[in-house]
């Protein structure tokens, strides 16, 4: 079908709006296949869409095709395993798994993403803290390259050419670029590629056993730096799997739909711990909070499911509500997605609070994954010529952030909006490098035309 300018397979969650002359949404592998074929004889770019809550424009098809994958959908759950189509979305597989009492450990907040989006952006979110990126839950990957061959991938198999290593930040989470290591799997190259070297159109991911009790709260306090203080204290708790930050200006965006928020907080840290076999947690939790001067009594603990099921909303709905300003202004976001190694947590935040509250005071919101030394910055800019400011803003932080030996994306891709960023993190040599393996799987340059690079002159 050709779709109408406001359809929403031409925008992602950032706000940013592309054109395709055609969206096509096949029914199983084979008619992927054949799309594939197709675009290579009549050499059109193709953009592969999974549910497009993606918010770097990754999915955003800048011409050519839109192929959605919606309809690959289907999900087999095993002990130990699931199978899953590149468009299943993790709410569907975490519905499934559920009844087997497993789970898949990624949660990057937004469970209506497609599992294939995930795989191609190298997700993560909340509970990486403990569990890690979605690459490490990846047993097995079909993928169909842009000249219609059908890939079967396996832990272990090995890549059919030689990839050159890529130097990589010390950080617990990356995705900027391509994954080039030693020793690494075919299947690597393809996680984290952002739908540039190929289709991922089926998945299988590791289920791990349902923690038997879990400790859930949002704990507030009335200072930035006593909850700074609990990050450094609490990151060795053994079985934390949530320590995410929460400042002040996000706690009011998501107030009138939480009035329970109490009056003084000034920060939340929100903490999950597996504590399946663990004694006295409640009374280790009261320690911890005392010392680290927490407002106990007025924090949230989670006494059920529901509880829990409340906490992720406020989390999630933080997210949402900030998109949602965002798209009332009519401007794409300007939020930020670096990380540094632990050590330099506070550096950057400091940093980041220093620049905003000088250049955007009131305007900008500050929340993510502190235990992974990672939160994202969101600045609300009134208008258009203040958000170019923000962006200019955030481009320096990017360098900011890789200069402290960090990363210019740690989970969400750099696709269109954001692939200036992949000059600041590799140099001109490494980056023809990572071109080279796109020419290799991709003669055409067909797959996610604009996304990571600027498509070369001799191709446009
Ligand atoms: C409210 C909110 C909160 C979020 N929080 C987090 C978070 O905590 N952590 C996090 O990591 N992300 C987060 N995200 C971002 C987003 O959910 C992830 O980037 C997710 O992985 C995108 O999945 P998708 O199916 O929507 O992909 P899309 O947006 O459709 O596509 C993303 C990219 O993957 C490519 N792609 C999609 N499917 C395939 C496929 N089958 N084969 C090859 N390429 C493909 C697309 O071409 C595009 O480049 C959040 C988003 C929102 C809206």
């Not at 059919?160 to 190259?189: C, H, Q, S, W």
């Not at 609300?380 to 170019?388: G, S, T, V």
Request: aromatic share 8%; proline share 5%; glycine share 8%.
């Amino acid at each position: 079908m050709r779709p109408e300018p406001d359809s929403p397979y031409l925008a992602d969650a950032s706000g940013m709006r592309g054109c395709a002359s055609e969206v096509l949404i096949p029914e199983n592998e084979a008619a992927l296949a054949q799309i594939l074929r197709d675009a290579t004889a009549t050499n059109t770019p193709v953009t592969i869409s999974g549910s497009g809550t993606g918010v770097t424009g990754g999915r955003v098809p800048d011409g050519g095709w839109l192929v959605s994958l919606e309809r690959l959908n289907s999900i087999r759950i095993e002990k130990g395993f699931a199978v899953c189509g590149a468009g299943a979305s993790l709410a569907a597989i975490q519905a499934a798994a559920a009844p087997t009492k497993q789970f898949y450990a990624p949660d990057p907040t937004e469970n209506s993403a497609s599992i294939g989006g995930t795989v191609s952006t190298n997700a993560s979110g909340s509970r990486s803290f403990l569990y890690g990126d979605t690459r490490r839950h990846i047993r097995a990957l079909r993928v169909v390259l842009a000249n219609g061959e059908v890939l079967a991938l396996r832990r272990g198999d090995k890549p059919t050419f030689e990839i050159p290593v890529l130097p990589a930040p010390d950080v617990k989470k990356n995705t900027a670029g391509y994954f080039m290591r030693e020793g690494m799997d075919y299947m690597d190259l393809f996680i984290g590629a952002d739908g540039t070297l190929g289709v991922v159109s089926e998945v299988e991911v590791t289920l791990l056993d349902t923690p038997k009790n879990l400790f859930t709260g949002v704990v507030f306090f009335d200072s930035d730096e006593r909850a700074l203080t609990a990050v450094d204290e609490w990151r060795p708790v053994a079985g934390l799997r949530m320590l995410e930050y929460v400042d002040k200006a996000s706690l009011d965006v998501v107030r009138s739909r939480f009035p329970e928020i109490p009056a003084e907080a000034y920060v939340a840290l929100m903490i999950e711990q597996d504590v399946s076999g663990s004694d006295d947690v409640e009374e280790a939790w009261l320690d911890r909070l005392e010392t680290s001067g927490a407002l106990t009594d007025d924090s949230w603990f989670a006494a059920s499911a529901t509880d829990r099921e409340r906490f992720r909303r406020f989390r999630h709905g933080l997210a949402e509500a900030v998109n949602e300003i965002i798209r009332q202004r009519g401007l794409m976001k300007a939020n930020s997605d670096f990380a540094v190694p632990l050590g330099k947590s506070r550096d950057i935040l400091r940093l980041y609070r220093e620049t905003l509250d000088r250049e955007f005071p009131g305007q900008y919101v500050i929340f993510g994954h502190i235990g992974d030394a990672h939160v994202h910055i969101n600045v609300l800019p009134p208008n258009k010529a203040e958000w170019e400011r923000a962006m200019g803003l955030m481009k320096e932080f990017a360098a900011a952030a890789v200069a402290m030996g960090g990363t210019v994306s740690a989970e969400h891709g750099l696709g269109k909006r954001k692939r200036d960023y992949l000059k600041l993190q590799f140099t001109p040599d490494q980056i023809e490098t990572m071109m080279g393996v796109k020419r290799r799987l991709d003669p055409q340059w067909l797959l996610g035309r604009g996304t990571l690079f600027e498509a070369p002159e001799t191709i446009q």
